[in-house]
């Protein structure tokens, strides 16, 4: 019997999956392993917590593993790299490979095919795949760049329009929820924050636009609307990219699937992207459930050894 490790490493959180040839035996979720977040103590000890807890449940020794595959993004750092390959070598059996986030999301939607993916958490970018397998990209810069449509862009701007609602005296409630939520009572101490240096985690501030606008908060649901229509105008670059690469091939346009903590909890965002594709391509195919990241790696990591194993 052989038995496959996969995990999607988050910026946040990391999750997990073992498996064997054709069942998930346990899935667990830890917190992130990211050196690019995380000191190399605390990366280590969120590591093995999760893998003891998966190794647990799944009632499989990690020295059974056959193969495992990472996603993580960054991984073409020399410190992430580096990092997750010597740790995970002193953990568990069998190979190793390691991937962009994106691959394995791409994966998790397509098997290996043709698509557009959008990811959108704490930050952010748009991944194509054409019909040869070559990946194209838009957006994925950071959030003093780009990162359109994440949580970071998402908590930013909502403090950005509830100034300029400010300016232009349009009512809003964003102004005292952020107040309420730093635990400050004072505009002052609000800009004062805001402006920090560092500056604060502005996708904190995301679950705030998000109940403001549920509550009807004209200048929140703005900002969301305005986060989707952001994304989609980076699907459009893809899609553009892609159709450039495949121009003698006369293909369909590629389906559009989601990935991240925004698709899973903000659908006004996923929403107004949807619309905002069809008003160029009405007959455009956009998946509205979020895409199972691990299950990529997974399927990586399966398809790597059944490929061994028919050669």
């Given at each position: 019997?052989?038995?496959?490790l ?18 998930e ?49 960054g ?20 190979e190793?490979?390691l ?59 909502g403090?950005?329009?509830a ?68 994304l989609a105008?980076l699907?459009?670059?893809v ?10 091939e ?7 699937a ?54």
């Amino acid at each position: 019997m052989r038995y496959f490790l996969a995990a999607d490493a988050g910026g946040t959180k990391t999750e997990y999956v073992l498996a064997d040839e054709t069942r998930e035996l346990a899935r667990v979720q830890g917190a992130t392993i990211k050196r690019l977040r995380v000191g190399p103590e605390v990366a280590r000890q969120n590591l093995e917590a999760a893998l003891k807890e998966l190794s647990a449940k799944a009632g499989v020794s990690l020295q059974s593993v056959t193969r495992s595959c990472i996603g993580t993004s960054g991984a073409s750092v020399p410190l992430v790299a580096e990092w997750i390959r010597s740790t995970m070598q002193s953990l568990v059996s069998g190979e190793l490979e390691l991937c962009g986030d994106e691959e394995i999301a791409l994966d998790a939607a397509f098997h290996g095919g043709r698509g557009v993916l959008v990811i959108a958490g704490t930050g952010s970018n748009v991944v194509g795949r054409t019909q040869a397998g070559v990946l194209v990209s838009a957006g994925g810069w950071g959030p003093a760049l780009a990162d359109e449509g994440s949580g970071y862009r998402i908590g930013h701007q909502g403090l950005r329009k509830a100034f300029q609602s400010l300016n232009e005296h349009r009512p809003t409630t964003l102004i005292e929820q952020f107040q309420k939520h730093w635990g400050v009572t004072t505009l002052g101490e609000l800009i004062e924050k805001a402006n920090a240096n560092p500056a604060p985690d502005f996708s904190e501030l995301t679950p705030v636009v998000v109940a403001c606008a549920a509550n009807g908060d004209a200048v929140a649901a703005e900002v969301l609307r305005e986060g989707g229509e952001e994304l989609a105008h980076l699907v459009l670059v893809v899609i553009q990219h892609m159709r450039n690469l495949e121009a003698a091939e006369r293909l369909p346009l590629p389906v559009v699937a989601v990935v991240g903590s925004i698709f899973h909890h903000v659908k006004p965002v996923l929403q107004a992207m949807t619309v905002a594709l069809q008003r160029t391509y009405p007959e455009i195919v956009v998946q509205p459930e979020v895409v199972d990241a691990p299950g990529g790696a997974l399927w990586r990591a399966r398809q790597a050894v059944a490929a061994t194993a028919g050669a």
